[in-house]
């Protein structure tokens, strides 16, 4: 028989109070405002098939726990749905705080390899899920034609998303991650 488990222990050295500041500048800026009354977490369709606690990591990043909140994989389960700002009686921009910390984890090197990965792919082909095979046979089969017309079929509008990317910034950012 096991007792109750002890309490995570918070060091002085864990905290990073400019932490918040720095998402609150980003945009985030009603996260100061959250109650933690849990209404996030109710209703993320996330939570509701993985561990992930939208108020946790709201919860960690206002107690300034930067590395933690920067390296955890619970960062990258948030399916940006909206529905925690839809339903939060502060009107926080949650989704918007995640997108941030996310942004910060991946400029310290943290991401998780599969998003890494669609990242390229988003960057190579303009899609995160280029169309493969499989998908050219199903809509040939569909009566569709093989090739939608999408970044897959113009080169032209390619380029335009890779320029849209590199000027705001997503290619650097992706790059310097692989570099890391």
């Excluded at 864990?14 to 720095?22: G, H, Q, R």
């Excluded at 998402?23 to 209404?39: K, M, N, P, S, Y």
Aim: glycine residues 4%; hydrophobic residues 35%; contains cysteine.
């Amino acid at each position: 028989m096991t007792g109750p488990v002890a309490p995570e222990i918070i060091d002085d050295e864990d905290i990073n109070p400019e932490f918040v500041d720095a998402i609150v500048r980003a945009g985030a800026d009603r996260i100061r405002t959250c109650i933690q009354c849990g209404t996030c977490s109710s209703v993320c369709p996330s939570g509701r098939r993985t561990a992930f606690r939208t108020r946790e990591l709201i919860r960690k990043a206002l107690l300034g726990l930067k590395e933690e909140v920067l390296t955890s994989p619970d960062l990258w389960l948030c399916a940006t749905c909206l529905t925690c700002l839809e339903r939060c009686p502060r009107q926080i921009k949650v989704t918007d705080a995640i997108i941030i910390m996310r942004n910060m984890a991946v400029e310290e090197g943290y991401m998780l390899p599969q998003h890494r990965k669609a990242s390229r792919k988003l960057i190579k082909t303009g899609h995160a899920v280029p169309i493969d095979d499989a998908n050219r046979e199903m809509r040939r089969e569909l009566g569709l034609q093989e090739i939608p017309p999408t970044t897959h079929a113009s080169d032209k509008a390619l380029q335009q998303v890779q320029e849209i990317m590199r000027r705001t910034g997503f290619i650097d950012l992706i790059e310097k991650a692989e570099s890391e």
